[in-house]
C-alpha cells in the first residue's frame, strides 16, 4: 500500500468516526429525564475552515442539555514547519514538510457526575520534500478521563476498555501508554494529575502500517463503545448546585493544563490551524 493510499484511508476512518460518535452523542441528548430534561436536546452544528498553507478541517460543535459542550472535529492539514517548530519536532530539521490528519473530542458534561473526556487520534508524516517522497510516518493519540467525583467502577470500565483495545496488538502497550498518560496528563505547577488517566501513544510505526491502523481504529472503537456507557450510568441523577460549583473550580484544572502543557494545542497554533478549533476543548463556564 502506497502513502496516498494509506492517507485516505485513515482521513476516511476519522470521518467515519466522527459522524458515529455525532450520532451517539445527539441520541443521548434525547434521553435526558432528570435535572435539565426540559431543555431542548442539542444538535451538532458543522463549521469548515481551511487552512492558508494547506488543508482544513470542520468543526462540530453541540451545546445541549447533557453535553454542555462537546467538540467533534476533524481535520487534514499539510505545509512546512516553521523555523520554532522544526527545532520542537522530532527530525523536523530534516525533515520539514508535513502532513497530518486526525480526530479531536472534548466533552464538557452540564452534570458534575458525569466526566468529562477527551480522544485524539491522528496520522503524522513528515518529508524531506513537499512530494513526500523520502518521508516518516506514526500514528498517535489517546484518551483520558477527568472526573469531578472519581467513581472506581467508572475508573476501572474506562481503564478495562483502554486496555482491551492494546492488549489486541501487543502486551506491552497498555502499561506504556498508561505511564505515558500519567505522566503527561499531569498538571506539574499543582502537582496533581488533570483526572484518572487513560492512554497517551505517540510514534508507532512497527513498519506495518495496516496493523498500526488497526490499532489506532481499535482506540476510537474503544472509545465509542464505553464513553456512552459512562455518561448513560449518570446522567439523569440528581446534582446539586455544591456540586456544580466543585465541577467549575475543577474544569479550571482544564484549562490550565490545555493552555500550559497540551502538545496539540502547541502544534495546531504553531502550524497556523484554526485557533477556534485548537481552542475547542475549552469549557464554557469555569472557575478558579
Known sequence: MNLPEQKSLAQDWFHTLRDQLCNIFEQIETELTGTHHELPSGTFTRKPWQREGGGGGEMSLMKGRVFEKVGVNISTVQGEFSETMRKEMPKGESYPFFWASGISVVAHLRSPLVPAVH???????????????????????????????????????????????????????????????????????RGEPRGIGGIFYDYINTGN??????????????????????????????????????????????VEFSLLYDRGTRFGLLTGGNTEAILMSLPPEVKW
Not at 518529508?127 to 469531578?148: I, M
Not at 472519581?150 to 483502554?162: K, R, S
Not at 472509545?223 to 467549575?248: C, D, G, M
Request: hydrophobic share 35%; aromatic share 18%; glycine share 6%.
Open 119 to 189: 480522544l485524539n487520534t491522528r496520522m503524522l508524516v513528515i518529508s524531506e520534500d513537499r512530494e513526500q517522497t523520502h518521508y516518516q510516518s506514526w500514528f498517535g493519540g489517546g484518551a483520558d478521563l477527568t472526573p469531578v467525583f472519581p467513581d472506581e467502577e467508572d475508573t476501572q470500565a474506562f481503564h478495562t476498555a483502554l486496555k482491551g483495545a492494546c492488549d489486541a496488538f501487543s502486551p506491552d502497550y497498555y502499561p506504556k501508554f498508561k505511564a505515558w498518560c500519567d505522566d503527561y496528563f499531569h498538571l506539574k505547577h
Open 209 to 254: 502500517f495496516e496493523q498500526d491502523f488497526a490499532f489506532t481504529r481499535s482506540v476510537g472503537e474503544a472509545f465509542k463503545a464505553i464513553y456512552p456507557t459512562l455518561v448513560r450510568r449518570h446522567f439523569n441523577k440528581t446534582w446539586s448546585e455544591v456540586q456544580r460549583q466543585q465541577q467549575l473550580v475543577k474544569r479550571g484544572r482544564y
